[in-house]
């Protein structure tokens, strides 16, 4: 598959890489990929971002932080949150207390490979594991790329994925504007494939 990524879809799984090497965590996330995507210019998926309203630094900063803020919870979505809240459990009084007993950010998971969708998986680098969810957003991007009859894995795919699947990215994405439906409709006028 990754033959089939442009030059511009590479530099997200490197950026990705390189996002989790910073936050010191051993399994490349979907949210790292975000991320690396938030750092692209003059690509298909930075002009989607940015069309989408995505193009200051605070808004990029704000999306880091909708990042940041999942991962504290142990990589749990609102949706997630609500869900324990019906069911009368305080997620935050959990990560309070978590905290307080062992340290700040202690449910992030850091460098030990807990989190979100951690499971065995691939390497990119052959240093770096991909998550599960990592790996199945590299998959979602080949089925929209055949969907749209590209012969190859853009970044705008990459983009595409993470908004077509649940869970944090496209949560915190969707809360600054940046939907499925967004970004198809800036790529490709609103159809659901292009002809060829």
């Given at each position: 598959m990754?033959?089939?990524?442009?030059?511009?879809a590479?530099a997200?799984?490197?950026?990705?890489?390189?996002h989790?090497?910073?936050?010191?965590?051993?399994?490349?996330?979907?949210?790292h990929?975000?991320?690396?995507?938030?750092d692209?210019?003059?690509?298909?998926?930075?002009?989607a971002?940015?069309?989408?309203?995505?193009?200051?630094?605070?808004?990029?900063?704000?999306?880091?932080?909708?990042l940041?803020?999942?991962?504290?919870?142990?990589?749990?979505?609102?949706?997630?949150?609500?869900?324990?809240?019906?069911l009368?459990?305080?997620?935050?009084?959990?990560v309070?207390r978590v905290?307080?007993?062992?340290?700040?950010?202690?449910?992030?998971?850091?460098?030990?490979?807990?989190?979100?969708?951690?499971?065995s998986?691939?390497?990119?680098?052959?240093?770096?594991?991909?998550?599960?969810?990592?790996?199945?957003?590299?998959?979602?991007?080949?089925?929209?790329?055949?969907?749209?009859?590209?012969?190859?894995?853009?970044?705008?795919?990459?983009?595409?994925a993470?908004?077509?699947?649940?869970g944090?990215p496209?949560?915190?994405?969707a809360?600054?504007?940046v939907?499925?439906?967004?970004?198809?409709r800036?790529?490709?006028?609103?159809?659901?494939?292009?002809?060829?």
């Amino acid at each position: 598959m990754f033959e089939r990524f442009t030059k511009d879809a590479r530099a997200v799984v490197t950026g990705a890489v390189e996002h989790c090497e910073r936050s010191g965590e051993s399994r490349v996330e979907d949210a790292h990929m975000l991320l690396a995507l938030l750092d692209r210019e003059g690509s298909r998926g930075s002009f989607a971002l940015s069309s989408l309203g995505l193009a200051d630094q605070g808004r990029r900063e704000s999306v880091a932080r909708g990042l940041a803020d999942a991962r504290r919870r142990g990589g749990l979505s609102r949706a997630d949150a609500d869900a324990l809240s019906g069911l009368g459990i305080d997620l935050t009084e959990i990560v309070s207390r978590v905290e307080e007993a062992h340290g700040a950010g202690a449910l992030a998971g850091g460098g030990n490979g807990s989190g979100n969708g951690s499971g065995s998986g691939g390497r990119w680098s052959g240093r770096h594991a991909f998550s599960r969810a990592a790996r199945n957003l590299l998959t979602e991007s080949l089925r929209i790329a055949v969907a749209h009859r590209d012969r190859h894995i853009g970044d705008e795919h990459l983009l595409l994925a993470l908004t077509a699947r649940p869970g944090v990215p496209a949560e915190v994405l969707a809360d600054h504007g940046v939907t499925h439906d967004g970004v198809r409709r800036v790529l490709w006028g609103g159809g659901t494939a292009r002809a060829s």
